[in-house]
């Protein structure tokens, strides 16, 4: 799996690694404002790291 990537699993998970989940909770990261678009798309959506997926 690609570092800083999210994999869409369905509406309401997305799989990430677990740098991207800690970046993601960084206001102003690159993956913050990723994480930001992605929930654009799906509002309800969770991250799931990818070890417990």
């Given at each position: 799996?690609?570092?800083?990537?999210?994999?869409?699993?369905?509406?309401?998970?997305?799989?990430?690694?677990?740098?991207?989940?800690?970046?993601?909770?960084?206001?102003?990261?690159?993956?913050?404002?990723?994480?930001?678009?992605?929930?654009q798309?799906?509002?309800?959506?969770?991250?799931?790291?990818?070890?417990?997926?």
């Amino acid at each position: 799996m690609k570092k800083n990537a999210i994999i869409y699993i369905d509406d309401t998970h997305a799989q990430v690694t677990k740098a991207f989940e800690k970046q993601a909770r960084i206001f102003g990261t690159p993956e913050y404002r990723e994480w930001r678009a992605y929930r654009q798309d799906f509002p309800n959506a969770q991250m799931v790291s990818e070890n417990a997926a």
